[in-house]
Nanobody, 120 residues
Framework: QVQLVESGGGLVQDGGSLRLSCAAS????????MAWYRQVPGKQRELIAF?????????NYADSVKGRFTISRDSAKRTVYLQMNSLKPEDTAVYYC????????????WGQGTQVTVSS
């Protein structure tokens, strides 16, 4: 069973920073490429970053967040992080973590997400 608990969201001003955390069950975290997604009302869930399994030596970012966001993972804590810097109002969304999914619209198992709101 997939268990994911996202936290760390909140209200921040334009240019501010937040650090999101995602606690995953062992079966979800172990051996899987992990990713962060975000969704705004009326739009599809969007993949924004993913990190390779194991040491997490490989990362990849959507162009919209590249250079501002950093994904990392702590295997001992079974936790994935998303450090978000230089936040913009267009980053406002609900943020979710999960295994890497080529088409997140087809996946049914999600956590509750964490709301990030960036005010201008």
């Amino acid at each position: 069973q997939v268990q994911l608990v996202e936290s760390g969201g909140g209200l921040v001003q334009d240019g501010g920073s937040l650090r999101l955390s995602c606690a995953a069950s062992g079966s979800t975290f172990r051996g899987n490429v992990m990713a962060w997604y975000r969704q705004v009302p009326g739009k599809q869930r969007e993949l924004i970053a993913f990190i390779s399994s194991g040491s997490g030596s490989t990362t990849n970012y959507a162009d919209s967040v590249k250079g501002r966001f950093t994904i990392s993972r702590d295997s001992a804590k079974r936790t994935v992080y998303l450090q978000m810097n230089s936040l913009k109002p267009e980053d406002t969304a609900v943020y979710y973590c999960n295994i890497y999914l080529s088409d997140p619209a087809l996946w049914q198992h999600w956590g509750q997400g964490t709301q990030v709101t960036v005010s201008s």
